[in-house]
Protein backbone atom coordinates (compact mmCIF):
# COMPACT_ATOMS: atom_id res chain seq x y z
CA UNK A 1 0.00 0.00 0.00
CA UNK A 2 1.37 3.65 -1.27
CA UNK A 3 2.37 6.00 1.80
CA UNK A 4 1.80 8.64 0.22
CA UNK A 5 -1.91 10.49 0.36
CA UNK A 6 -2.99 13.62 -1.68
CA UNK A 7 -4.80 15.79 1.68
CA UNK A 8 -7.91 16.89 1.61
CA UNK A 9 -8.31 20.29 0.30
CA UNK A 10 -9.43 21.29 3.46
CA UNK A 11 -6.36 20.71 5.03
CA UNK A 12 -4.22 21.68 2.49
CA UNK A 13 -5.67 25.33 2.73
CA UNK A 14 -5.28 24.71 6.84
CA UNK A 15 -1.52 24.20 6.17
CA UNK A 16 -1.53 27.07 3.74
CA UNK A 17 -3.32 29.07 6.27
CA UNK A 18 -0.10 28.41 8.89
CA UNK A 19 2.33 30.38 6.04
CA UNK A 20 0.02 33.61 5.07
CA UNK A 21 -2.19 33.69 7.93
CA UNK A 22 -0.07 33.95 10.99
CA UNK A 23 -1.42 36.66 13.37
CA UNK A 24 -4.24 39.05 12.68
CA UNK A 25 -2.17 41.61 11.36
CA UNK A 26 -1.64 39.19 8.96
CA UNK A 27 -5.17 39.49 7.26
CA UNK A 28 -5.36 42.84 7.68
CA UNK A 29 -2.34 42.83 5.42
CA UNK A 30 -4.02 40.32 2.99
CA UNK A 31 -7.36 42.11 2.81
CA UNK A 32 -5.82 45.51 2.85
CA UNK A 33 -3.55 44.84 -0.39
CA UNK A 34 -6.95 43.56 -2.21
CA UNK A 35 -8.91 46.54 -2.16
CA UNK A 36 -6.23 48.43 -3.01
CA UNK A 37 -5.71 46.09 -5.97
CA UNK A 38 -9.65 46.68 -6.55
CA UNK A 39 -8.97 50.66 -6.81
CA UNK A 40 -10.63 51.78 -3.18
CA UNK A 41 -10.00 55.41 -2.68
CA UNK A 42 -11.82 54.81 1.00
CA UNK A 43 -10.76 52.22 3.34
CA UNK A 44 -12.03 51.30 6.67
CA UNK A 45 -10.95 48.57 9.41
CA UNK A 46 -12.55 47.42 12.08
CA UNK A 47 -11.20 45.10 15.15
CA UNK A 48 -12.66 43.71 18.11
CA UNK A 49 -9.85 42.65 20.73
CA UNK A 50 -6.40 41.41 19.38
CA UNK A 51 -8.71 40.52 16.06
CA UNK A 52 -9.48 37.51 16.41
CA UNK A 53 -12.93 38.20 17.33
CA UNK A 54 -13.61 40.79 14.58
CA UNK A 55 -12.04 41.80 11.32
CA UNK A 56 -14.00 44.00 9.04
CA UNK A 57 -12.53 45.83 6.29
CA UNK A 58 -15.05 47.87 4.20
CA UNK A 59 -13.86 49.68 0.65
CA UNK A 60 -15.32 51.30 -2.19
CA UNK A 61 -13.26 49.77 -4.98
CA UNK A 62 -14.45 48.05 -8.16
CA UNK A 63 -15.82 44.79 -6.10
CA UNK A 64 -17.21 41.72 -7.41
CA UNK A 65 -20.02 39.70 -9.13
CA UNK A 66 -21.14 36.39 -7.86
CA UNK A 67 -19.01 34.26 -10.30
CA UNK A 68 -16.18 36.04 -8.75
CA UNK A 69 -16.99 35.67 -5.51
CA UNK A 70 -17.02 32.27 -5.51
CA UNK A 71 -14.01 31.94 -7.76
CA UNK A 72 -12.01 33.96 -4.75
CA UNK A 73 -12.41 31.70 -2.38
CA UNK A 74 -10.98 28.03 -4.63
CA UNK A 75 -7.01 28.06 -4.12
CA UNK A 76 -5.13 29.78 -6.44
CA UNK A 77 -7.89 31.87 -7.79
CA UNK A 78 -6.45 35.25 -8.91
CA UNK A 79 -7.63 37.82 -11.60
CA UNK A 80 -3.71 39.85 -11.01
CA UNK A 81 -1.84 36.50 -13.74
CA UNK A 82 -2.32 34.30 -16.08
CA UNK A 83 1.10 33.37 -17.61
CA UNK A 84 4.58 32.88 -16.75
CA UNK A 85 5.00 36.40 -18.30
CA UNK A 86 3.00 37.83 -15.75
CA UNK A 87 4.66 36.39 -13.34
CA UNK A 88 7.81 38.08 -13.92
CA UNK A 89 6.75 41.50 -13.67
CA UNK A 90 4.30 41.44 -10.84
CA UNK A 91 2.34 45.09 -10.73
CA UNK A 92 -0.25 44.20 -8.19
CA UNK A 93 -0.09 43.97 -4.24
CA UNK A 94 -1.83 40.38 -4.66
CA UNK A 95 -1.21 37.63 -6.90
CA UNK A 96 -0.92 34.45 -5.79
CA UNK A 97 -4.44 33.26 -5.02
CA UNK A 98 -4.14 31.72 -1.75
CA UNK A 99 -5.23 34.62 0.87
CA UNK A 100 -8.91 34.42 0.88
CA UNK A 101 -9.29 30.85 1.30
CA UNK A 102 -6.34 30.64 3.79
CA UNK A 103 -8.09 32.79 5.72
CA UNK A 104 -11.40 30.89 5.48
CA UNK A 105 -10.25 27.74 6.08
CA UNK A 106 -9.26 29.44 10.16
CA UNK A 107 -12.10 30.98 10.57
CA UNK A 108 -16.06 32.00 9.32
CA UNK A 109 -15.74 34.70 6.55
CA UNK A 110 -18.51 36.55 5.20
CA UNK A 111 -17.92 38.91 2.38
CA UNK A 112 -20.12 40.94 0.90
CA UNK A 113 -19.43 42.77 -2.54
CA UNK A 114 -21.48 44.59 -5.50
CA UNK A 115 -19.84 46.26 -8.93
CA UNK A 116 -20.50 49.38 -9.79
CA UNK A 117 -23.39 48.40 -13.16
CA UNK A 118 -25.29 45.70 -10.69
CA UNK A 119 -28.35 46.80 -8.69
CA UNK A 120 -27.78 44.14 -6.09
CA UNK A 121 -25.11 43.13 -4.13
CA UNK A 122 -23.68 39.17 -3.19
CA UNK A 123 -23.03 37.84 -0.24
CA UNK A 124 -21.31 34.37 0.42
CA UNK A 125 -20.58 32.99 3.94
CA UNK A 126 -18.06 30.73 4.59
CA UNK A 127 -17.70 28.34 8.00
CA UNK A 128 -14.09 27.18 8.75
CA UNK A 129 -13.49 26.25 4.72
CA UNK A 130 -16.53 24.86 3.94
CA UNK A 131 -19.47 26.96 1.78
CA UNK A 132 -22.30 28.10 3.84
CA UNK A 133 -24.69 30.35 2.18
CA UNK A 134 -24.90 32.37 -1.20
CA UNK A 135 -27.40 34.78 -1.32
CA UNK A 136 -28.46 38.40 -2.84
CA UNK A 137 -27.93 41.60 -1.43
CA UNK A 138 -28.89 44.93 -1.27
CA UNK A 139 -24.78 46.77 -0.48
CA UNK A 140 -23.38 49.81 -1.31
CA UNK A 141 -20.78 49.41 -4.46
CA UNK A 142 -17.45 48.09 -3.13
CA UNK A 143 -16.56 45.01 -1.37
CA UNK A 144 -16.87 44.12 2.28
CA UNK A 145 -15.15 41.40 4.62
CA UNK A 146 -15.96 39.80 8.27
CA UNK A 147 -13.87 37.27 9.73
CA UNK A 148 -15.37 35.88 13.03
CA UNK A 149 -13.65 33.87 15.38
CA UNK A 150 -10.31 33.37 13.18
CA UNK A 151 -8.39 30.43 15.14
CA UNK A 152 -11.44 28.92 16.33
CA UNK A 153 -10.67 25.45 15.66
CA UNK A 154 -6.87 25.70 15.28
CA UNK A 155 -6.33 26.33 19.16
CA UNK A 156 -2.55 25.62 18.86
CA UNK A 157 -2.72 28.42 16.39
CA UNK A 158 -4.32 30.85 19.22
CA UNK A 159 -1.76 29.55 21.66
CA UNK A 160 1.21 31.42 20.08
CA UNK A 161 -0.85 34.99 19.90
CA UNK A 162 0.46 37.47 21.87
CA UNK A 163 -1.08 39.80 24.22
CA UNK A 164 -4.05 41.88 22.91
CA UNK A 165 -1.86 44.75 23.05
CA UNK A 166 0.79 43.70 20.76
CA UNK A 167 -1.55 42.07 18.35
CA UNK A 168 -3.14 45.52 18.20
CA UNK A 169 -0.07 47.10 17.80
CA UNK A 170 1.35 44.52 14.76
CA UNK A 171 -2.57 45.81 13.17
CA UNK A 172 -1.46 49.35 13.24
CA UNK A 173 1.84 49.07 11.72
CA UNK A 174 0.00 47.32 8.90
CA UNK A 175 -2.63 50.11 8.04
CA UNK A 176 0.30 52.94 8.85
CA UNK A 177 2.79 50.80 6.17
CA UNK A 178 0.31 51.17 3.62
CA UNK A 179 -1.10 54.54 4.71
CA UNK A 180 1.78 55.71 3.11
CA UNK A 181 2.04 53.60 0.78
CA UNK A 182 -1.26 55.07 -0.70
CA UNK A 183 -1.13 58.52 0.11
CA UNK A 184 -4.13 59.24 -1.93
CA UNK A 185 -6.64 56.76 0.03
CA UNK A 186 -8.92 57.26 2.78
CA UNK A 187 -7.57 54.55 5.50
CA UNK A 188 -9.72 54.47 9.04
CA UNK A 189 -8.66 51.87 11.78
CA UNK A 190 -11.04 51.87 14.77
CA UNK A 191 -10.61 49.14 17.59
CA UNK A 192 -13.98 48.19 19.80
CA UNK A 193 -15.47 51.26 18.16
CA UNK A 194 -13.31 53.96 19.13
CA UNK A 195 -11.13 55.64 16.00
CA UNK A 196 -7.18 54.69 16.54
CA UNK A 197 -5.70 55.77 13.19
CA UNK A 198 -7.84 58.47 10.46
CA UNK A 199 -5.88 59.76 7.48
CA UNK A 200 -7.62 61.28 4.67
CA UNK A 201 -7.32 61.37 1.27
CA UNK A 202 -6.41 65.06 1.32
CA UNK A 203 -3.87 64.51 4.19
CA UNK A 204 0.12 65.32 2.24
CA UNK A 205 2.23 62.36 2.60
CA UNK A 206 4.61 64.18 5.31
CA UNK A 207 1.61 64.95 7.44
CA UNK A 208 0.68 61.38 7.23
CA UNK A 209 4.48 60.84 8.34
CA UNK A 210 4.56 63.28 11.14
CA UNK A 211 1.79 61.83 12.42
CA UNK A 212 2.48 58.30 12.16
CA UNK A 213 6.30 59.42 13.96
CA UNK A 214 4.96 61.86 16.14
CA UNK A 215 7.55 64.21 14.71
CA UNK A 216 6.74 67.88 14.13
CA UNK A 217 9.98 69.24 12.80
CA UNK A 218 11.53 69.11 9.56
CA UNK A 219 12.40 65.83 7.42
CA UNK A 220 15.43 65.57 4.92
CA UNK A 221 13.88 64.82 1.65
CA UNK A 222 15.17 61.81 0.13
CA UNK A 223 15.45 62.27 -3.96
CA UNK A 224 12.21 63.44 -5.27
CA UNK A 225 8.66 62.20 -5.67
CA UNK A 226 8.09 58.86 -7.48
CA UNK A 227 6.15 58.75 -10.42
CA UNK A 228 4.60 56.17 -13.05
CA UNK A 229 7.24 56.39 -15.58
CA UNK A 230 10.31 56.01 -13.47
CA UNK A 231 11.84 59.00 -13.83
CA UNK A 232 13.09 60.80 -10.49
CA UNK A 233 15.97 63.35 -12.10
CA UNK A 234 18.83 62.81 -9.28
CA UNK A 235 17.57 60.41 -7.45
CA UNK A 236 17.55 57.91 -10.61
CA UNK A 237 20.03 55.30 -11.51
CA UNK A 238 20.08 53.16 -14.80
CA UNK A 239 20.45 49.70 -13.65
CA UNK A 240 21.29 47.81 -16.95
CA UNK A 241 19.52 46.93 -20.27
CA UNK A 242 16.58 44.30 -21.31
CA UNK A 243 14.79 43.36 -24.40
CA UNK A 244 12.38 46.77 -23.63
CA UNK A 245 15.13 49.18 -22.70
CA UNK A 246 17.28 50.24 -19.97
CA UNK A 247 16.07 49.28 -16.56
CA UNK A 248 15.62 52.64 -14.38
CA UNK A 249 14.89 52.53 -10.90
CA UNK A 250 14.43 56.12 -8.67
CA UNK A 251 14.14 56.29 -5.01
CA UNK A 252 11.99 58.78 -2.72
CA UNK A 253 11.22 59.15 1.31
CA UNK A 254 11.95 61.28 4.36
CA UNK A 255 14.45 61.18 6.59
CA UNK A 256 13.98 62.42 10.35
CA UNK A 257 17.66 64.76 11.61
CA UNK A 258 20.38 62.15 11.99
CA UNK A 259 20.26 62.98 15.98
CA UNK A 260 16.88 61.14 15.35
CA UNK A 261 17.70 57.63 15.91
CA UNK A 262 16.60 54.03 16.87
CA UNK A 263 18.97 51.36 18.09
CA UNK A 264 17.22 48.83 16.09
CA UNK A 265 16.38 48.47 12.54
CA UNK A 266 12.70 49.06 12.49
CA UNK A 267 13.25 53.01 12.26
CA UNK A 268 13.12 52.49 8.34
CA UNK A 269 9.58 51.66 6.73
CA UNK A 270 10.30 50.39 3.42
CA UNK A 271 8.24 50.67 0.43
CA UNK A 272 9.03 49.02 -2.89
CA UNK A 273 6.61 49.92 -5.80
CA UNK A 274 4.14 50.41 -3.00
CA UNK A 275 4.12 47.31 -1.31
CA UNK A 276 5.19 47.31 2.09
CA UNK A 277 8.58 45.23 2.91
CA UNK A 278 11.41 44.49 4.81
CA UNK A 279 14.90 44.23 3.17
CA UNK A 280 18.66 44.92 5.27
CA UNK A 281 19.95 45.76 2.06
CA UNK A 282 17.94 49.14 1.46
CA UNK A 283 18.56 49.64 5.45
CA UNK A 284 22.33 49.45 5.21
CA UNK A 285 22.64 51.35 2.36
CA UNK A 286 20.60 54.44 3.55
CA UNK A 287 23.06 53.98 6.90
CA UNK A 288 25.58 54.04 4.94
CA UNK A 289 24.34 57.53 3.16
CA UNK A 290 24.55 59.09 6.54
CA UNK A 291 28.19 57.36 7.33
CA UNK A 292 29.73 59.75 10.09
CA UNK A 293 26.21 60.99 11.09
CA UNK A 294 25.53 58.56 12.94
CA UNK A 295 26.57 57.17 16.42
CA UNK A 296 27.73 53.80 16.86
CA UNK A 297 24.77 51.45 17.43
CA UNK A 298 21.89 54.01 16.37
CA UNK A 299 20.14 53.44 13.06
CA UNK A 300 18.23 55.98 11.04
CA UNK A 301 14.29 56.81 11.36
CA UNK A 302 12.13 57.92 7.93
CA UNK A 303 10.33 56.07 5.11
CA UNK A 304 11.77 55.06 1.81
CA UNK A 305 10.10 54.26 -1.15
CA UNK A 306 12.29 52.68 -3.67
CA UNK A 307 10.34 52.52 -7.46
CA UNK A 308 11.88 49.71 -9.53
CA UNK A 309 10.99 47.88 -12.98
CA UNK A 310 8.47 44.99 -12.12
CA UNK A 311 10.96 42.63 -13.68
CA UNK A 312 13.94 43.50 -11.52
CA UNK A 313 11.82 42.68 -8.22
CA UNK A 314 11.02 39.14 -7.12
CA UNK A 315 8.31 39.63 -4.55
CA UNK A 316 7.41 35.65 -4.91
CA UNK A 317 10.19 34.37 -2.08
CA UNK A 318 7.87 34.72 0.37
CA UNK A 319 4.49 33.36 1.21
CA UNK A 320 3.61 36.68 2.95
CA UNK A 321 4.87 38.72 0.63
CA UNK A 322 7.07 40.99 3.06
CA UNK A 323 10.73 40.26 2.10
CA UNK A 324 11.35 40.50 -1.98
CA UNK A 325 15.23 39.73 -3.84
CA UNK A 326 16.45 42.31 -6.29
CA UNK A 327 18.10 42.16 -9.28
CA UNK A 328 21.31 44.41 -9.60
CA UNK A 329 21.50 44.67 -5.67
CA UNK A 330 24.84 46.67 -6.07
CA UNK A 331 24.11 49.14 -7.80
CA UNK A 332 20.67 49.67 -6.30
CA UNK A 333 22.46 50.19 -2.86
CA UNK A 334 25.23 52.68 -4.24
CA UNK A 335 21.83 54.65 -5.86
CA UNK A 336 20.50 54.49 -2.15
CA UNK A 337 23.15 55.71 -0.45
CA UNK A 338 24.65 58.46 -2.73
CA UNK A 339 20.84 60.01 -2.83
CA UNK A 340 21.00 59.71 1.23
CA UNK A 341 24.63 61.97 1.05
CA UNK A 342 23.02 64.79 -1.21
CA UNK A 343 20.11 64.97 0.87
CA UNK A 344 22.39 65.25 4.05
CA UNK A 345 24.22 67.71 2.02
CA UNK A 346 21.03 69.69 0.89
CA UNK A 347 19.91 69.57 5.00
CA UNK A 348 23.27 71.00 5.89
CA UNK A 349 22.26 74.26 3.63
CA UNK A 350 18.86 74.18 4.72
CA UNK A 351 20.28 74.92 8.67
CA UNK A 352 23.57 77.13 6.79
CA UNK A 353 20.00 79.49 5.57
CA UNK A 354 17.95 79.32 8.94
CA UNK A 355 21.31 80.07 11.83
CA UNK A 356 23.46 81.84 9.97
CA UNK A 357 23.49 85.42 7.68
CA UNK A 358 20.61 85.01 5.26
CA UNK A 359 21.91 87.46 2.54
CA UNK A 360 25.23 85.08 2.56
CA UNK A 361 23.28 82.09 0.89
CA UNK A 362 21.49 84.33 -1.46
CA UNK A 363 24.57 86.53 -2.93
CA UNK A 364 27.59 85.25 -3.86
CA UNK A 365 28.90 88.13 -5.72
CA UNK A 366 32.82 88.75 -4.36
CA UNK A 367 33.43 91.89 -2.45
CA UNK A 368 36.48 93.72 -2.30
CA UNK A 369 39.12 93.06 0.43
CA UNK A 370 39.65 95.81 3.16
CA UNK A 371 42.85 97.86 3.18
CA UNK A 372 44.90 96.95 6.01
CA UNK A 373 46.51 99.46 7.79
CA UNK A 374 51.10 98.87 7.24
CA UNK A 375 51.25 99.22 11.08
CA UNK A 376 48.47 96.17 11.96
CA UNK A 377 50.90 93.45 11.30
CA UNK A 378 50.18 90.27 13.88
CA UNK A 379 52.61 90.58 17.44
CA UNK A 380 55.27 88.13 17.71
CA UNK A 381 54.54 85.32 19.79
CA UNK A 382 56.83 85.29 23.31
CA UNK A 383 60.31 83.16 22.77
CA UNK A 384 60.16 79.55 24.42
CA UNK A 385 56.09 79.13 23.68
CA UNK A 386 54.83 76.96 20.86
CA UNK A 387 52.23 78.31 18.76
CA UNK A 388 48.55 77.07 20.25
CA UNK A 389 46.31 74.43 17.79
CA UNK A 390 44.14 76.89 16.48
CA UNK A 391 45.51 77.75 13.26
CA UNK A 392 43.01 74.89 11.83
CA UNK A 393 40.26 78.38 12.63
CA UNK A 394 42.03 80.21 9.96
CA UNK A 395 40.27 81.19 6.56
CA UNK A 396 43.39 80.50 4.09
CA UNK A 397 45.55 77.52 3.29
CA UNK A 398 48.76 78.23 2.63
CA UNK A 399 50.82 75.15 1.65
CA UNK A 400 53.34 73.50 4.13
CA UNK A 401 56.65 74.76 4.74
CA UNK A 402 60.01 73.47 6.21
CA UNK A 403 61.21 74.76 9.34
CA UNK A 404 63.20 77.87 8.81
CA UNK A 405 65.59 77.80 11.50
CA UNK A 406 67.12 74.52 13.28
CA UNK A 407 66.00 73.46 16.18
CA UNK A 408 62.54 74.91 15.72
CA UNK A 409 59.18 73.35 15.20
CA UNK A 410 57.13 74.11 11.92
CA UNK A 411 54.32 75.78 12.14
CA UNK A 412 51.26 73.66 11.19
CA UNK A 413 49.78 74.42 8.13
CA UNK A 414 46.19 76.80 8.29
CA UNK A 415 43.53 74.27 6.94
CA UNK A 416 40.60 75.77 5.65
CA UNK A 417 37.48 75.14 2.93
CA UNK A 418 38.50 77.61 0.04
CA UNK A 419 35.85 77.25 -2.12
CA UNK A 420 33.11 79.16 -0.58
CA UNK A 421 31.31 82.04 -1.33
CA UNK A 422 33.32 84.80 -1.93
CA UNK A 423 31.31 86.83 1.08
CA UNK A 424 32.18 84.04 3.37
CA UNK A 425 36.29 84.67 3.62
CA UNK A 426 37.45 86.90 6.05
CA UNK A 427 38.40 90.43 4.83
CA UNK A 428 42.05 90.13 6.33
CA UNK A 429 43.74 86.73 7.23
CA UNK A 430 43.28 85.29 10.63
CA UNK A 431 46.49 86.50 12.96
CA UNK A 432 48.80 83.71 15.21
CA UNK A 433 46.96 83.12 18.28
CA UNK A 434 49.37 82.55 21.25
CA UNK A 435 48.76 81.12 24.85
CA UNK A 436 50.67 83.49 26.97
CA UNK A 437 49.57 81.21 30.37
CA UNK A 438 47.54 78.23 30.59
CA UNK A 439 43.82 78.65 29.86
CA UNK A 440 44.65 82.17 28.77
CA UNK A 441 44.53 83.22 25.03
CA UNK A 442 45.46 86.52 23.72
CA UNK A 443 45.94 87.79 20.27
CA UNK A 444 46.46 91.04 18.88
CA UNK A 445 43.81 93.86 18.44
CA UNK A 446 42.25 93.48 15.41
CA UNK A 447 38.71 95.06 14.14
CA UNK A 448 36.29 92.17 14.01
CA UNK A 449 34.46 91.16 11.26
CA UNK A 450 32.21 87.94 11.93
CA UNK A 451 31.01 86.78 8.60
CA UNK A 452 28.72 84.09 10.20
CA UNK A 453 26.16 86.60 10.88
CA UNK A 454 25.90 85.00 14.89
CA UNK A 455 25.90 87.70 17.82
CA UNK A 456 27.75 85.26 20.37
CA UNK A 457 26.47 85.31 23.54
CA UNK A 458 28.85 83.66 25.87
CA UNK A 459 30.31 80.31 27.17
CA UNK A 460 29.05 77.76 28.90
CA UNK A 461 31.61 75.31 30.63
CA UNK A 462 34.32 76.19 28.38
CA UNK A 463 32.81 73.81 25.95
CA UNK A 464 29.22 75.30 24.47
CA UNK A 465 29.22 78.63 22.79
CA UNK A 466 25.68 80.41 23.23
CA UNK A 467 24.58 82.57 19.93
CA UNK A 468 21.53 84.36 18.66
CA UNK A 469 20.94 83.20 15.30
CA UNK A 470 19.71 85.26 12.11
CA UNK A 471 16.18 84.65 12.86
CA UNK A 472 16.64 86.02 16.51
CA UNK A 473 16.61 82.05 17.98
CA UNK A 474 19.45 80.53 20.44
CA UNK A 475 21.93 78.36 19.27
CA UNK A 476 24.13 76.05 21.57
CA UNK A 477 27.74 75.43 20.10
CA UNK A 478 29.68 72.22 21.33
CA UNK A 479 32.98 73.46 20.34
CA UNK A 480 34.97 70.41 20.23
CA UNK A 481 32.03 68.71 18.10
CA UNK A 482 32.29 71.29 15.85
CA UNK A 483 36.38 71.45 14.84
CA UNK A 484 36.28 68.08 15.11
CA UNK A 485 33.82 67.66 12.35
CA UNK A 486 35.41 70.55 10.37
CA UNK A 487 39.08 68.92 11.00
CA UNK A 488 37.63 65.38 9.42
CA UNK A 489 36.76 67.30 6.48
CA UNK A 490 39.85 68.61 5.62
CA UNK A 491 41.76 65.62 6.17
CA UNK A 492 39.67 63.35 4.58
CA UNK A 493 39.84 66.16 1.88
CA UNK A 494 43.68 65.96 2.06
CA UNK A 495 43.54 62.22 1.86
CA UNK A 496 41.53 61.79 -1.27
CA UNK A 497 43.94 64.66 -2.46
CA UNK A 498 46.92 62.58 -1.90
CA UNK A 499 48.20 63.02 1.13
CA UNK A 500 47.74 64.70 4.72
CA UNK A 501 49.97 67.90 5.51
CA UNK A 502 52.61 66.61 7.45
CA UNK A 503 54.85 68.43 10.29
CA UNK A 504 58.53 67.44 10.57
CA UNK A 505 59.44 66.67 14.04
CA UNK A 506 62.10 68.57 16.00
CA UNK A 507 62.95 65.36 18.19
CA UNK A 508 61.81 62.14 16.53
CA UNK A 509 60.00 59.48 18.48
CA UNK A 510 60.62 55.84 18.57
CA UNK A 511 58.42 53.61 18.86
CA UNK A 512 58.57 49.41 20.15
CA UNK A 513 55.80 47.75 17.65
CA UNK A 514 55.00 44.03 18.00
CA UNK A 515 55.11 41.60 15.28
CA UNK A 516 51.13 42.28 14.55
CA UNK A 517 51.60 46.22 14.61
CA UNK A 518 54.82 45.36 12.51
CA UNK A 519 53.15 43.77 9.99
CA UNK A 520 50.47 46.24 9.91
CA UNK A 521 53.11 48.78 9.16
CA UNK A 522 54.76 47.09 6.25
CA UNK A 523 51.02 46.15 4.75
CA UNK A 524 49.38 49.61 5.13
CA UNK A 525 52.40 51.68 4.48
CA UNK A 526 50.67 53.72 1.25
CA UNK A 527 47.63 54.09 3.71
CA UNK A 528 49.92 55.66 6.55
CA UNK A 529 52.32 57.40 4.27
CA UNK A 530 48.87 59.71 2.70
CA UNK A 531 48.03 60.23 6.85
CA UNK A 532 51.04 62.43 6.88
CA UNK A 533 53.05 60.27 9.06
CA UNK A 534 56.95 59.22 7.59
CA UNK A 535 58.35 56.26 9.62
CA UNK A 536 61.22 54.27 9.33
CA UNK A 537 62.72 50.94 10.97
CA UNK A 538 65.28 51.75 13.49
CA UNK A 539 66.25 47.95 14.14
CA UNK A 540 64.55 45.18 15.70
CA UNK A 541 60.69 46.10 16.43
CA UNK A 542 62.19 49.83 17.06
CA UNK A 543 60.19 52.67 14.50
CA UNK A 544 61.28 56.26 14.06
CA UNK A 545 58.57 58.54 13.85
CA UNK A 546 59.96 61.80 12.08
CA UNK A 547 57.09 63.62 10.90
CA UNK A 548 53.07 63.72 11.40
CA UNK A 549 49.91 64.82 10.34
CA UNK A 550 49.97 68.41 10.96
CA UNK A 551 46.40 69.12 12.06
CA UNK A 552 47.61 66.30 14.91
CA UNK A 553 51.14 68.56 16.00
CA UNK A 554 50.02 69.13 19.88
CA UNK A 555 49.50 65.24 19.90
CA UNK A 556 51.81 62.94 21.73
CA UNK A 557 53.20 61.28 18.25
CA UNK A 558 53.84 57.29 19.47
CA UNK A 559 50.64 57.92 21.07
CA UNK A 560 48.54 58.29 17.85
CA UNK A 561 50.55 55.90 15.49
CA UNK A 562 49.68 53.28 18.07
CA UNK A 563 46.06 54.33 17.66
CA UNK A 564 46.20 54.47 14.39
CA UNK A 565 48.23 50.91 14.09
CA UNK A 566 45.11 49.58 16.42
CA UNK A 567 42.37 50.73 14.11
CA UNK A 568 44.09 49.24 11.25
CA UNK A 569 43.73 45.95 12.99
CA UNK A 570 40.41 46.20 14.77
CA UNK A 571 38.66 47.17 11.47
CA UNK A 572 40.39 45.29 8.71
CA UNK A 573 38.15 42.46 8.31
CA UNK A 574 35.18 44.14 9.41
CA UNK A 575 34.48 46.84 7.63
CA UNK A 576 35.56 48.27 3.75
CA UNK A 577 38.10 50.40 3.02
CA UNK A 578 36.50 53.56 3.21
CA UNK A 579 34.93 52.95 6.45
CA UNK A 580 38.12 51.53 7.86
CA UNK A 581 39.63 55.00 6.68
CA UNK A 582 36.91 57.51 8.10
CA UNK A 583 37.03 55.42 11.59
CA UNK A 584 40.68 56.55 11.58
CA UNK A 585 40.60 60.34 10.34
CA UNK A 586 37.85 60.58 12.98
CA UNK A 587 40.14 59.31 15.54
CA UNK A 588 43.13 62.11 14.15
CA UNK A 589 40.44 64.72 14.38
CA UNK A 590 39.12 64.05 18.00
CA UNK A 591 42.82 63.92 19.08
CA UNK A 592 43.47 67.27 17.70
CA UNK A 593 40.33 69.03 17.73
CA UNK A 594 40.13 71.76 21.24
CA UNK A 595 38.88 70.02 23.79
CA UNK A 596 36.18 70.45 26.13
CA UNK A 597 36.96 72.83 28.75
CA UNK A 598 39.66 75.16 26.37
CA UNK A 599 39.16 78.97 26.62
CA UNK A 600 38.66 79.94 23.51
CA UNK A 601 39.22 83.80 22.59
CA UNK A 602 36.06 85.48 20.71
CA UNK A 603 38.51 85.68 17.55
CA UNK A 604 38.56 81.98 17.70
CA UNK A 605 35.00 81.72 18.58
CA UNK A 606 34.27 84.06 15.31
CA UNK A 607 36.59 82.33 13.19
CA UNK A 608 34.92 78.61 13.94
CA UNK A 609 31.78 80.04 13.25
CA UNK A 610 32.87 81.35 10.00
CA UNK A 611 34.11 78.19 9.07
CA UNK A 612 30.66 76.58 10.02
CA UNK A 613 28.96 78.95 8.10
CA UNK A 614 30.84 77.69 5.18
CA UNK A 615 31.67 74.32 4.97
CA UNK A 616 29.78 72.01 3.50
CA UNK A 617 29.51 69.43 6.32
CA UNK A 618 29.27 70.58 9.79
CA UNK A 619 26.31 69.39 11.73
CA UNK A 620 27.95 66.58 13.40
CA UNK A 621 30.70 65.15 14.49
CA UNK A 622 31.97 62.16 12.55
CA UNK A 623 31.20 60.16 15.48
CA UNK A 624 27.62 60.95 15.15
CA UNK A 625 27.22 63.29 18.00
CA UNK A 626 25.66 66.18 17.37
CA UNK A 627 27.10 69.58 16.98
CA UNK A 628 24.64 72.43 17.69
CA UNK A 629 21.05 72.80 18.86
CA UNK A 630 18.81 75.51 17.38
CA UNK A 631 16.18 76.70 19.55
CA UNK A 632 13.30 79.08 17.49
CA UNK A 633 12.23 82.67 19.38
CA UNK A 634 8.90 81.21 19.61
CA UNK A 635 10.52 78.20 21.37
CA UNK A 636 12.01 80.51 24.20
CA UNK A 637 8.99 82.15 24.53
CA UNK A 638 6.95 79.10 25.27
CA UNK A 639 9.69 78.09 27.81
CA UNK A 640 8.20 81.56 30.17
CA UNK A 641 4.81 80.74 28.76
CA UNK A 642 4.86 84.43 26.75
CA UNK A 643 3.15 82.86 23.77
Known amino acids: MSKIRILPEQLANRIAAGEVVERPASVVKELLEN ?46 IASDQDLTAICSLGFRGEALPSIGSVSRMTITSRTQDSPLGTRVVLDYGKLFKVHEI ?14 GKTPARRKFLRTDKTEQAHIEEVVKSYALAAPTTTFILRRDERTILHFEENQSLTDRLKSIMHYQGQFMEIGKAVNSNLACGRSSAVLGSSATGPSVACVHGYLLPPEVTVTGSAGIRLLVNGRAVRDRMIVHAVAEGLRNFLMKGKNPVGLIHLCLPPEDVDVNVHPTKQEIRLHNSQAIHQMISQTVEQAIQRHQKNIQTTIFRPT ?20 AAPPNYAPRQTSFFTESSPAPTSPSQPGLHTRPPAVGITDGPALLQSAEPEPPLTRHSPGNLQSPPAPRVPGHGLKVIGHYDNLYIFCQSADGGLLVV ?20 GQIASQTL ?7 LSITETERVEYYTTEIKQMGFTVREFGGSSFIISAIPALAGQCNPGELFLDIL ?57 HGRPVLKHFTATEVKKWFHRT
Open 35 to 80: SLDAGASRIEIEIEGSGTRLIRVMDNGEGMDEDDLLLCLERHGTSK
Open 478 to 497: DQHAAHERLLFEDLKQQFLQ
Open 566 to 622: ERFGSTEEKKARGSMLDDILASMACKAAVKAGDELHAREVDALLNRMARADLFSHCP
Open 506 to 512: LFPTTVE
Open 138 to 151: GCSRGTIFEIRNLF
Open 360 to 379: LFHDNRPQPPQAVPENSSPQ
